[in-house]
């Protein structure tokens, strides 16, 4: 009997934990050896972060132990961190040792895209795990504790910086403009005297939406006293705060930044030819040269023909690409090289504004207020259902629809 | 229809507010004006601030609005803050003004003793009022959220320094031993990795104490994972942690100051003769050479002639004096001189170790673990019913006993 391929799945975020769930419906106990390999023993959903990093939701309701949702029969879970792929000699090196493959998953995510801004890295904050929404979370309300904790008033601990307007930085203001209000009883500090400010560089908040929507975002938001600075390039992130390219400087002690995202650096390190820290991969989700390297999620760039643009890093198109990659590896196992190319389905886009405020499209279909919010946990939930069954949206879901 | 005297009353702490009290019940409406200035629209209860900055309890459990205690058709209330005295104008000098008085009650309450040991304002935290512990409870929380949202561990974030293991300093080690365990858990670190330690100048922990009390309680914190370095005098406290006498630093990000209290420096300010910032009282608790100058709690020193020591500054004391100065304010409006003078009824300290754990001298007897607890948290409701009756018992007391 011969030796069962390996599937060696780097990742468990959404695309890596939906592949290795498929292939293990798809595949049998003998076809070939699921290894997931993760830097924590837990799956979170990385489009609720904005909510735990503001403090509206704990983090664990945004997470998962990964051996609790799937099927530890025929996966493997390993934690560890991936330091470098070697594809020449088809193993992954990793922090306490390295793992050859057969067929290998790149599903490594994001990290935040800086564009060469000084002081960014230093200084500000991203959204993109729990350990750092956990450190905002609890950074923003240390702030308002030093505020009220010290003798001399520094009004930039009461001065929060958003920098980038897009579909994260605006969900987490939303997220902010329900959190402040809470902060301001607990510390004994009137609302007037906290700042929220949002910054981007592009010349419209919500670039992609559609304009009415984008208004209606900004009126729900000022009205909870968000202050908007849109067509505002940053040029630096100091200790202090951020400085304009006007020269104009903000104090504040908090900046969060939220401008987009490039893919995992391990890929540049491995030597594989990337645009922004993402690889351009074949319509059936193969690294172009790499016969058994596929890439899912942010680290894959494919292009959308409708628009002759990337499809967005989002979960819906990681969760999509998780079928097509599962089908095409299962082929792979099976001998046939009938392999399918990714179609994207997007069936809409809903961001939150905090509360029971939300914008979005569905269809062709603008939705405001609360059906949009509404649809927003739907779509939360959908995807639980999807990796877990009914029982983990009971456990995890967003059950207070309306 | 002469003048009504004003009766003016500086800081509604234990002694102000008891003082207040028992005088709005003294006196006929038309016998003096009675007027209490406080920093702070609540009044709150010093003794219970450990629990707060450790965050075992909310501050709200141990503040409550002053015009909801007192009798606001008796007392007026003023939220302003004391600069100095002016004794030979008779009058206070406030942040927003400025008041004459007949008759004036001194109750400003404590700072830190710092000892002159450098860096100790800058960098050290005291547990000293709602703000302040606050500020305590979210800086620790803060360096559990730090500790695990940087890409570098720094073990100091999670090193806890207790400087004084007198009565608050251990009460203060007892509630951290229970807090600990829980921040632990919600940011996924082992209890190992985190360190408390209490550092006492003094050869013994709890000076004052039975040894046989003392070593129950250190017993106690020590299987709770406290470190004791006793006979450790600290040479300065810097921002990287504190630097002893021996020469060793203890790297730490958050030191607790708890190594005793001196007076207001209002007092020193007014140009009152003082002992480490407290003023020495006669019996009846006036200031040497005037007439119309009164003391209550930890500004005032009269000394214990069973021991030839000061009293210590204790909520006990304070309560007690606020009897005598009452009696003599009121004698004082009725013209009378025959004023009495201030004697102690020491009923016994309780030392709470955190939970279900405790130790205390009740009378000539010692008590230990759950009868001192629960000893501990009557006599804290005692001085809730003394101040608000049943009410304020049932609204702020402990009333899980057991």
Not at 161 to 170: D, K, L, R, S
Not at 315 to 325: M, R
């Amino acid at each position: 009997m011969s030796k069962k391929p390996r599937i060696l799945i780097l990742g468990a975020g959404y695309g890596g934990m939906m592949t290795a769930s498929r292939l293990s419906k798809q595949l049998g106990y003998n076809d070939a050896e699921i290894v997931l390999v993760n830097k924590h023993d837990y799956h979170y959903q990385t489009t609720w972060l904005h909510e735990p990093a503001a403090g509206t939701l704990h983090h664990d309701r945004t997470r998962m132990r990964i051996e609790s949702v799937i099927d530890t029969n025929k996966i493997k879970f390993l934690k560890d961190v991936v330091v470098e792929i070697k594809t020449a000699e088809k193993k992954v090196i990793l922090e306490s040792g390295e793992m050859e493959y057969d067929y290998l998953v790149i599903g490594l995510g994001s990290e935040p895209e800086t564009f060469g801004i000084p002081g960014v890295e230093e200084h500000a904050f991203a959204i993109r795990s729990v350990n750092s929404v956990r450190h905002i979370r609890e950074h923003i309300e240390y702030k308002f504790a030093s505020y009220n904790g010290s003798d001399v008033k520094h009004d930039e601990d009461l001065t929060f910086i958003v920098a980038g307007a897009g579909f994260t930085g605006i969900e987490f203001v939303g997220e902010l403009t329900e959190r402040i209000p809470e902060l301001c009883k607990e510390y004994d500090i009137a609302r007037e005297k906290v700042r929220i400010i949002s910054i981007e560089a592009a010349t419209t908040a919500l670039p992609g939406f559609d304009p009415e929507l984008v208004e209606y975002a900004m009126n729900i938001l000022e009205k909870r006293g968000v202050e908007f600075k849109i067509n505002t390039p940053i040029k630096e992130v100091t200790k202090d705060g951020v400085l304009l390219a006007s020269g104009e400087e903000i104090k504040s002690k908090t900046v969060v930044w939220t401008t987009g995202i490039r893919g995992s650096s391990v890929l540049e390190k491995s030597g594989f030819e990337t645009m922004r820290g993402r690889i351009q991969v074949e319509p059936e989700l193969r690294v172009p040269g790499f016969e058994d390297v596929f890439v899912i999620g942010d680290c894959a760039i494919i292009i959308d023909e409708a628009t002759n643009r990337p499809f967005p890093p989002t979960a819906q198109i990681a969760i999509q690409q998780s079928s097509t990659l599962a089908k095409n590896i299962k082929a792979l196992v099976h001998g046939s090289n009938n392999l399918e190319a990714f179609k994207a389905d997007i069936k809409g886009t809903v961001a939150s504004l905090g509360g029971k405020e939300a914008i979005g499209v569905v269809g062709s279909k603008k939705l405001f207020g609360t059906p949009a919010a509404a649809m927003k946990k739907v779509i939360d939930n959908r995807y639980l259902f999807l990796l877990g069954g009914l029982p983990l949206v009971v456990k995890k879901g967003k059950l207070n629809i309306f």
